[in-house]
Nanobody, 122 residues
Framework: LVQLVESGGGSVQSGGSLRLSCRVS????????MGWFRQAPGKEREAVAI????????RYADAVKGRFTISQDNAKNTVYLQMNNLKPEDSAMYYC???????????????WGQGTQVTVSS
């Protein structure tokens, strides 16, 4: 059983920073790719950043490029999302998820965390 637990969300002012963490436990084969997704009220969930555990490859949504950084600590089975220069439009519930391969579409992700709320005020 794969379990994901997110932490690090909170409320910040525009321009501030937060670092989200996602600790993963469980069967390793399902965990090759880790993704951060977000969903704002009334909007569809969208991919924010993904990282491939095998070689560290990353991909970012255009809206967060240059501001967000995804990283991993394999020894701790933890993936991070460093979010800088936050904007009100970044406000959302942020989820981490795992996929067997380096994929962008959320349909490819088979295990999900419960989410952590990020609120950015102007």
């Amino acid at each position: 059983l794969v379990q994901l637990v997110e932490s690090g969300g909170g409320s910040v002012q525009s321009g501030g920073s937060l670092r989200l963490s996602c600790r993963v436990s469980g069967y390793a084969r399902s965990n090759r790719c880790m993704g951060w997704f977000r969903q704002a009220p009334g909007k569809e969930r969208e991919a924010v950043a993904i990282i491939y555990k095998e070689d560290g490859s990353t991909r970012y949504a255009d809206a967060v490029k240059g501001r967000f950084t995804i990283s991993q600590d394999n020894a701790k089975n933890t993936v991070y999302l460093q979010m800088n220069n936050l904007k009100p439009e970044d406000s959302a519930m942020y989820y981490c998820a795992t996929a067997p391969w380096f994929r962008w579409r959320e349909e490819e992700y088979n295990y999900w965390g419960q989410g952590t709320q990020v609120t950015v005020s102007s």
